[in-house]
């Protein structure tokens, strides 16, 4: 219901600023861009339906909104999986809240920068203080959790980047710290203990759920935007890895995601 309601807040200043052409914004049958300020539409075969998540992402990028990206992916990968995969682990306080203060901080920053509104004003009380006291302990905690990842030896950025995504496949959560023993090690041999279920996962496993994400999210092999959700900076191509088989070969920046493998030409060795 949060994550609905958030969409339904984006959509609603996308209506406002095209409130004298029609909401056309909003629409999925017009195509648009902004030229010298001023808005050109170019029209498309009718489809009848709304923008989506990504059509929404897109929009704020024409018109230079910028909001917090990858805390739109968290929250919509969760409700993706609590919606479709129901797992009772899921609903756990300490899983569901992060989801919570990501929903209520996006709502709150979007109102405020964007829609130049007091949130105060419209947050029941009781709202607003779910927030308050919880929003420290769940920075505080990805704050630890991204200082022991940085820690760790990774066979590229990207990879790094793209471990944002991953999630614990008996809970959901996203708080994924390296186990003991783990903590300075290269990344691809490092196991992590799930804070809130307290299992312990392998880093290929973690990679490969993320990377297995992304091939069932991509319409072709070539990816622009990582499984062409909302997230910014992100471009990769996976294909087969020669040395783990894995669909987690990325010719972008010439890494395997998952066993770390960094490719050459066996003719030419580049």
Avoid at 45 to 53: E, S
Avoid at 170 to 180: D, G, I, Q, T, V
Avoid at 187 to 205: I, L, M, N, P
Wanted: aromatic residues 8%; proline residues 3%.
């Amino acid at each position: 219901n949060l994550f609905c309601g958030l969409l339904l807040l984006y959509k609603s200043h996308l209506a406002q600023v095209s409130k004298d052409q029609g909401c056309f914004i909003v629409r999925g049958d017009l195509d648009w861009e902004v030229v010298d300020g001023k808005i050109e539409v170019r029209p498309l075969d009718p489809n009848k339906k709304t923008l989506d998540v990504i059509g929404i992402g897109n929009a704020f990028r024409k018109l230079g909104v910028v909001i917090d990206y990858d805390a739109v992916e968290r929250v919509k990968r969760y409700r993706n999986q609590t919606e479709h995969l129901f797992d009772p682990k899921a609903t756990d306080v300490s899983v569901v809240m992060p989801c919570v203060i990501d929903c209520l901080k996006l709502v709150r920053d979007f109102m405020t920068s964007v829609m130049r509104m007091h949130p105060e004003t419209f947050f029941d009380e009781k709202v607003l203080k779910v927030l308050v006291d919880n929003e420290g302990v769940v920075e505080k905690e990805r704050e630890e959790r991204n200082g022991l990842l940085d820690g760790l030896s990774w066979p590229h950025a990207i990879a790094r980047s793209l471990f944002e995504r991953a999630t614990c496949p008996h809970c959901h959560s996203e708080m994924l710290f390296p186990a003991s023993g783990s903590e300075k090690s290269d990344v691809t041999e490092a196991v992590f203990t799930c804070r809130c279920c307290s299992e312990q996962v392998t880093y290929e496993t973690l990679m490969q759920y993320v990377t297995d994400d992304i091939w069932e999210g991509a319409v072709s092999s070539s990816l622009s935007s990582v499984s062409s959700d909302l997230s910014e900076g992100i471009d990769v191509s996976l294909w087969e890895c020669p040395e783990c088989s894995s669909m987690s070969f990325d010719t972008v920046h010439n890494v395997c995601l998952v066993c770390g493998h960094k490719g050459s030409c066996d003719r030419c060795e580049s």
